[in-house]
């Protein structure tokens, strides 16, 4: 079922719902920003460099 028939058969807000959905396809695909730089926003640049060296370390201790 195509999104503009469930604008016949569903309610109003359907409408609106219709309308996000074509804005997000006109738009293409949203580019995340990469990983490191979203940790770091969530955690901060100090401790997200702190983890990733660590991670970093143990992964290379683990292979070796």
């Given at each position: 079922m195509s999104a503009a028939l469930l604008v016949h058969v569903a309610p109003a807000s359907s409408r609106r719902l219709l309308a996000?959905?074509?804005a997000l396809s006109e738009?293409?695909?949203l580019?995340?920003?990469?990983?490191?730089d979203?940790?770091?926003a969530a955690?901060?640049?100090e401790l997200a460099d702190r983890l990733?060296?660590?991670l970093s370390d143990r992964?290379?201790?683990?292979a070796g």
């Open positions: 996000d959905v074509n738009k293409g695909p580019a995340k920003p990469p990983a490191l979203r940790l770091e955690i901060g640049r990733v060296a660590a992964r290379h201790h683990s």
